[in-house]
Structures are given as structure tokens and as C-alpha cells.
């Protein structure tokens, strides 16, 4: 899958973890020691094209219930009023890291 982004992206390409359970990436170790796996699968499924790895964006039980019972109400037919978590839980570690995120998905200097 690494191999066919990079090949139709062809530029810039960057790799992201997404709803990593945040037991995962809590702690400098742990963290460091993941992303050196990614890093390296990343450099053994396509060469020698670099891929950057950015880090993760964490979730946790809370977050994906909320998640859940949003979908549930829409499957029952009910109105679903997503939340936007961020907003609603700003200090929320899937919220912390996304504002971390954000100047360097769009290359902006911290």
C-alpha cells in the first residue's frame, strides 16, 4: 500500500497513524521505538523514496464510545449530532495532537 502511494503521489509524502490506541504512543520510549518500526517498514516496502513519518493521532475508549453512539443513533434512524471534539475537549490528547499536527501538515514553521 506504501509503494502505491508513493507512486502516484510522487511528491512530498507523508505517513500518519490514525486512531493508534494512545497506551501505544504515551511515553518517549514507546513512542520513539514505534515510530522507528514504521520508519523502517516504510524504508523496506519502497526503497530508497522517503516517506516521513509524522507521529500518530491517539484515541482512546471515551473518544471511540462517542464515536460508536453516534453511528448507533443514525443506524436506528435518529438524528445524530456529531461533536466536534476538538472544540468540545480541547485538552483531549486526540485534540492536543492535532493542533500539533497542523503546521507541519501544512509547512508552516513552528
Not at 64 to 78: D, M, S, V
Request: hydrophobic share 35%; charged share 30%.
Amino acid at each position: 500500500m506504501i509503494a502505491g502511494l508513493y507512486k502516484q503521489l510522487k511528491n512530498r509524502t507523508l505517513g500518519l497513524g490514525n486512531l493508534i490506541p494512545k497506551r501505544i504512543v504515551l511515553g518517549k520510549k514507546k513512542k520513539v521505538e514505534n515510530q522507528k518500526r514504521i520508519e523502517n517498514r516504510f524504508a523496506q516496502d519502497i526503497g530508497d523514496k522517503v516517506v516521513d513519518f509524522l507521529g500518530w493521532i491517539p484515541t482512546d475508549s471515551e473518544l471511540q464510545y462517542i464515536e460508536f453512539e453516534e453511528a448507533a443513533k443514525t443506524l436506528r434512524g435518529k438524528e445524530s449530532s456529531r461533536v466536534i471534539y476538538t472544540l468540545d475537549q480541547p485538552d483531549h490528547i486526540f485534540s492536543t495532537t492535532l493542533i500539533d499536527l497542523i503546521p507541519i501538515l501544512f509547512g508552516e514553521s513552528s
